[in-house]
């Protein structure tokens, strides 16, 4: 069931998705996210939720939309989220600062040459922003590696973006003991703010793309966790191999170091089936390109002399240290 409005020369469309699901969707366009293209999502079940004044139904939650506010109810909570942005310039100048222009800091990665940059692209065209209201001494928890130093959410803001080795597997979905979640469909670079600026508030700062969101209800955070994983799908059970150590060779060590490392992990009688090496496996330092090779020269880490190429093989030597490796139990990642 599909439900729109109109507010401030935008539409607003409400979905019932599922069970204790509904999705609110506002924008001028109502533009698809990545989210949706690329079948991230579950789409909506057929058949669900129930007609009420001003909104739809789905068994435990109920959303209605009224003046620029969704309000959204439980059997536990009765919350409010403001559409209406009139302090815009203010929300955009706040998480500016908090967030350093939603820019990380430059820094040095180990064993690269020079600071890495992340881009010069302008994400504040056409700022925007979403307000939870009404919270009462709720602890919230989520957004993946956005939050790395703190259980509770609560008391600060956060930067969901994707970031190499600060915030690799940002999360866009909060949920509290109270009872409910949210989750922002949004790909684009945003912040959260959770109860820093307000401690009865979270506000959702969104430098581009629509306002677009999901809503979950549960009685616990497993179920709602059960209704998160329902629409993004549900974790893989990892093989075997995957359950003991991952380990991570450093950065200079060569075939015969790998080789060390594990026979004496076979011998100490360690739980590992999984190798990875650093970049210094490759030809050249930090190789971007899609050429990659062996770092393979007269005095390479990883050579393979010429007599000992097989066309059999893909023209690689079958007695390299990948097939030792292999013949050892291991999985080897680059």
């Known amino acids: 069931m599909i439900k729109e409005f109109t507010f401030g020369g935008k539409k607003v469309r409400l979905t019932a998705y599922a069970d204790r699901i509904v999705r609110v ?161 949004s790909t684009w670079w945003h912040g959260v703010d959770v109860c820093a600026k307000n401690a009865d508030e979270i506000v959702w700062y969104l430098p581009d793309g629509d306002v677009d969101f999901f809503l979950f209800a549960g009685d616990s955070l497993s179920d709602l966790l059960e209704r998160f994983t329902y629409i993004t799908g549900r974790p893989a059970l990892l093989p075997k191999w995957a359950h003991g150590l991952a380990f991570l060779d450093q950065y200079t060590a060569d075939q015969y170091e790998v080789m060390r490392n594990a026979a004496e992990f076979r011998k100490q009688g360690l739980p590992c089936d999984s190798i990875s090496l650093e970049p210094g496996w490759m030809e050249k330092r930090y190789d971007f390109s899609v050429n990659k090779k062996w770092s393979n020269g007269p005095r390479g880490k990883f050579l393979i002399e010429e007599w000992a190429r097989s066309k059999e093989y893909g023209n690689v030597n079958p007695n390299f240290f990948t097939a030792a490796l292999e013949r050892y139990g291991f999985k080897l990642h680059l």
């Open 25 to 185: 969707h506002a924008g001028e366009t109502l533009t698809e996210s990545l989210f949706d293209r690329y079948n991230l999502l579950r789409k909506p079940d057929e058949n669900v939720g129930a007609d009420i004044e001003n909104g739809i139904a789905v068994d435990g939650l109920s959303v209605t939309f009224a003046d620029g506010v969704v309000t959204f109810k439980t059997d536990r909570v009765t919350r409010t989220v403001d559409l209406a942005t009139p302090e815009t310039e203010a929300i955009k100048e706040y998480f500016n600062t908090e967030l350093g222009g939603m820019r990380p800091s430059p820094k040095q990665i180990i064993g690269e040459d020079a600071k890495r940059s992340y881009g010069t692209v302008d994400f504040q065209k056409n700022p925007k922003y979403f307000t939870v209201r009404g919270i009462e001494d709720e602890r919230f928890y989520g957004l993946g590696a956005a939050n790395t130093d703190r259980l509770v959410l609560n008391g600060k803001t956060y930067l969901q973006r994707v970031v190499y080795q600060s915030n690799e597997m940002p999360v866009p979905f909060v949920m509290t003991k109270a009872g409910y979640g949210i989750l922002c469909n």
